[in-house]
């Protein structure tokens, strides 16, 4: 008994009985039941199929090159990043810099020593000097690991203190003339309440911050004011090439020039408070105990109580004043100078 296979024979004697073609086996012409394909046409075929999966034809991956996932994308987009252990709460903080208002941030173009980085790290370095309104220390700001222009730098952070912890008394007489922008802070101010000495210390700083803008885009020889914090201002530290390295510059009062440098200091001193008057301000305080001599260059610090030559009732007193104290000193160094003649050469600068 033959079992059916469900395959219809060919009528042909000579024609070979085979089954159906898989799906996934290549294709070829349909064999007519008339006879079976020649065995030429066979090989033919049978030759055809090698050389279609030649392996000559098949496509090779080199596996042995490394491929960058980063490959083609904008390196504007990419980031890279390193883990930063705690920081120390009692002498580190993050920066401040982007936690300001853009109004409290130094005036543009602004050097390329600024460091603006979000993750660079405050470590105060020590106090460097305390004043009668205020304490100055130095600070490093800087991207940890990095020692680049624009990623570390260390500057001076100058700080206010509030009215009862301070030693200067005479602040009504510089004040004049100035105006507190909200009704409340004015009324604080005149009662004299926490809010009020709060507001005031907050407004000395507000004070030289906006003299030490002013001056600086002026062209005067002034730190470089970095932003203003409440009652911290953070600018530039000036310094000098020392025996052992960088090293704050000296006070005018604590140097002793030769007679080219004394003259120059005094020139550029002139030069400077002309400047000053013909943009209407005043020092207020100057004198060589708030002048650095940074190398051949001079330096004009203590801004706060920069006064209006004409809003300010005693701006002309004020200026005398700054010429008398200046004109002292470069005297007893021996210069021939007079503060009556500077005075004069000012005002005419003036009106």
Partial sequence: ????????PCLNE???????????CPQTTPTSCIGAPALTARHDWHDRSEEQYSSDHLLHLDTRREVDPLDGIDPS????????????DDTQRWSTWLSV????????PRPDWVVTSQGAIDTELGILKTGKEADAYLLERAVPGSDALGESVVMVAKRYRSTEHRTFHRAATYTEGRSVKRSRDQRALKAGSTWGKIVAAGEWAVSEWEALKRCWLLGLPVPYPVQLDGQEILMEWITVEGEDGVE????????????????????????????????????????PYNTLAAGERLVVI??????????????????????????????????????????????????
């Avoid at 000296?250 to 030069?271: E, H, N, V």
């Fill in 101 to 108: 208002e853009p109004l409290s941030r130094g005036p543009e």
């Fill in 1 to 8: 008994m033959v079992r059916s296979t469900g395959v219809r």
């Fill in 77 to 88: 987009f990419l980031l890279d990043w390193h883990a930063v252990e705690d920081i120390d």
């Fill in 248 to 287: 704050t510059a000296p006070r005018l009062a604590q140097t002793r020039p030769g007679p080219a440098l004394l003259a120059s200091y005094y020139d550029q001193l002139r030069d400077a408070l002309a400047t000053m008057v013909q943009a209407g301000i005043v020092h207020g305080d100057l004198s």
């Fill in 14 to 24: 000579r024609s070979v009985t085979c089954r159906r073609l898989s799906l996934a």
């Fill in 302 to 351: 203590d801004l706060p109580q920069v006064v209006d030559l004409v809003g300010n009732a005693n701006g002309m007193d004020f200026l005398l004043r700054d010429c008398r104290n200046m004109c002292r000193w470069f005297r007893a160094r021996g210069l021939e100078v007079d503060e009556q003649e500077l005075f004069g050469e000012l005002m005419a600068h003036a009106f």
